[in-house]
């Protein structure tokens, strides 16, 4: 009934909108119909035959405009379809069920729960776009030491990519939340995969067994993380402790070589001092992320009233993103060091950290 009462009132809005143009178009063509038929046996058409006439156009042109042009608006947490139910703590502004791919894409431009999960990432993504197309093209490192960094803006673009697309196609259908649901989980292990690589690569640049082995490692780690993610109940609101300890634990992994680079790392080195703190910051913005987006907070404190902005899945957003850029400037002071302090023999490739 109420989905019923909701086609009425659109369809009341689209009439009123729109009824001036063909009430004057069925009304044209009615008074050529009516001259055509004087001319040829000379009978009239009479004013209840026209309405009647405008009747049946004017109904026929609202529903073919019902169903091209769309209308809907937010709805409470409780109207949603059960595979919509993720947060209970948002009480309102969510978008309904959207069967049409066209209006999700559509919806990224209007505000609702999810505005600022999408834009969150979808700035981030087209940011790293940016920066992988600048730092590739200027960047005077050789062949594989670019192909090292591009694991890094690959994970981090995909990462971000699959989590927009997550929040703009996540209403359209249940199948449509689950496969874009997925990707995203496939995509943080390939956003913590891909920072590990570069960071193992040049850390230990001389130590070619530590350096296969650890990069081994995560890759074997993170390839078991995403096919974990892959199972339908990964991606259920019920698991969702689970799901941010498994990216923590996964994410930790990289403890054990950090361990080791520390027990061999010349710590009078400002180059490696630095690396070793950018290390540290990304490990507390993503457990700090994943804390908040597993607790919930601060719409768990505050029911209702985070509904729009400030929603503990935005601040794990924002989190993550600083964190790839903190990836990033760590990343690229230790291709720099490398590059001009090489002690293995490696040909010095001059580099400036701009």
């Not at 055509?36 to 529903?63: A, C």
């Not at 069920?97 to 087209?126: D, Q, R």
Request: aromatic content about 14%.
């Amino acid at each position: 009934m109420e989905k019923e009462a909701k086609n009425m009132e659109c369809l009341s809005k689209i009439s009123k909108s729109t009824g001036l143009a063909f009430k004057d178009e069925s009304k044209d063509n009615l008074r050529q119909r009516s001259t055509k038929q004087n001319e040829t046996n000379g009978d009239d058409i009479t004013p209840s035959d026209m309405m009647h006439e405008l009747y049946e156009r004017s109904e026929e042109f609202v529903h073919k405009v019902w169903d091209k042009v769309p209308c809907w608006s937010v709805v409470h947490h409780s109207m949603l379809p059960q595979w919509l139910q993720d947060n209970e703590y948002l009480h309102n502004w969510h978008r309904p069920h959207l069967p049409s791919f066209a209006e999700c894409f559509k919806s990224v431009f209007k505000l609702h729960s999810e505005t600022g999960n999408i834009w969150t990432h979808l700035v981030g993504c087209i940011a790293f776009i940016y920066v992988m197309i600048y730092f590739l093209s200027v960047s005077p490192i050789v062949f594989e030491e670019k192909f090292i960094f591009s694991t890094f803006f690959l994970g981090a673009i995909l990462c971000l990519g699959f989590s927009t697309l997550l929040h703009t196609l996540g209403c359209h259908s249940e199948s449509s939340c689950k496969l874009f649901g997925k990707l995203d989980y496939c995509g943080i292990s390939l956003l913590i995969t891909g920072s590990c690589v570069p960071w193992f690569y040049y850390v230990f640049y001389c130590d070619y067994i530590s350096k296969i082995v650890y990069i081994s490692m995560i890759v074997i780690l993170g390839t078991l993380t995403m096919v974990f993610s892959l199972y339908d109940k990964f991606g259920t609101s019920e698991y969702r402790t689970m799901r941010a300890l498994s990216f923590v634990i996964f994410g930790m992994s990289a403890a054990i070589p950090a361990v080791h680079y520390m027990s061999i790392m010349d710590w009078n080195d400002q180059v490696n001092t630095t690396a070793m703190q950018s290390v540290f910051l990304l490990a507390f913005l993503y457990v700090l992320g994943a804390g908040i987006y597993a607790a919930r907070i601060p719409e768990r404190l505050f029911p209702g009233k985070c509904d729009l902005w400030f929603q503990s899945h935005q601040i794990f957003h924002v989190l993550v993103v600083a964190g790839a850029f903190v990836t990033y400037y760590g990343l690229k002071e230790l291709a720099v060091h490398r590059n001009e302090y090489t002690e293995c023999g490696v040909v010095n490739i001059p580099l400036t950290s701009g």
